[in-house]
C-alpha cells in the first residue's frame, strides 16, 4: 500500500541561521519562511528532480527523474535493474530535489522520505493519469520522449516509487534576499 500523503499542513519554520535575516541586506529584514502552498505549486509544475539515494555501501548515487506530485506524493519511475532500484530495494530513503539555477531568483526544494514501491493497479493509473496531465505529450504522443511509459508502469516494466515527504526544505531567492524554510510532516 502506497503511503498517502499528510492531509494536515506541515510545521513551517524559518531557519534564520541560513536565511538573510543574519545577513542583512535591503529587504532582508522582511523574509519569511515559504508558504507550503507554495512548495506544493513547484512540485506540481516542476519538470525535473534529482534523486538522491544510498549505495549498499554507502556511496551516494544521485540522478535526474520525471515525477509527479499526487494526494500529497511525489512518483518517480525506474527501471528494476537500474542502479536507483538496487539502492531503494537496500535502503527506501532517498531525497528528491528540484528548482533553478539561479544566484538570486527563484526555490528550490528538498524532499526527504522512504521510496515504497508501488504495483496496485488502482494507484497505477492514478500516476499514469498525473504523469499524462503534467508531461502531456512528451507521454500522450506516440513521438513523446517518454511515449509508452503508463503500459511500462502496468507491466511491470517500470517500477513506480512513491515517497510521502517526513521533512522538506526550501531554499529561496527573492532579489538576492534568502530564506530557508523546514517543513515537517
Known amino acids: 500500500m502506497p503511503p498517502h500523503g499528510s492531509a494536515q499542513q506541515p510545521t513551517t519554520e524559518l531557519d534564520a541561521r541560513y536565511s538573510s535575516a543574519l545577513n542583512p541586506r535591503p529587504g532582508a529584514e522582511d523574509v519569511t519562511a515559504t508558504e507550503w502552498a507554495e512548495a506544493q505549486r513547484l512540485l506540481e509544475t516542476a519538470e525535473i528532480f534529482w534523486v538522491s539515494t544510498v549505495r549498499p555501501d554507502g556511496r551516494l548515487h544521485v540522478t535526474p527523474v520525471i515525477a509527479a506530485w499526487h494526494d500529497g506524493v511525489l512518483y518517480f519511475s525506474t527501471g528494476p535493474s537500474e542502479q536507483k532500484a538496487r539502492n ?17 531568483e527563484g526555490l528550490d526544494l528538498v524532499v526527504e522520505g522512504r521510496a515504497h514501491p508501488i504495483a496496485e493497479p488502482a494507484v497505477l493509473e492514478e500516476v499514469i493519469t498525473a504523469y499524462e496531465a503534467k508531461y502531456g505529450p512528451h507521454i500522450t504522443s506516440p513521438e513523446g520522449t517518454f511515449h509508452g511509459i503508463g503500459d511500462a508502469f502496468r507491466q511491470g516494466k517500470a517500477m513506480v516509487f512513491a515517497v510521502a515527504p517526513t521533512t522538506a526544505y526550501g531554499f529561496g531567492r527573492d532579489g538576492g534576499v534568502y530564506s530557508h524554510t523546514r517543513w515537517t510532516f
Open 88 to 104: 531503494l530495494a537496500h535502503d527506501g530513503h532517498c531525497a528528491l530535489t528540484t528548482g533553478g539555477n539561479s544566484l538570486t
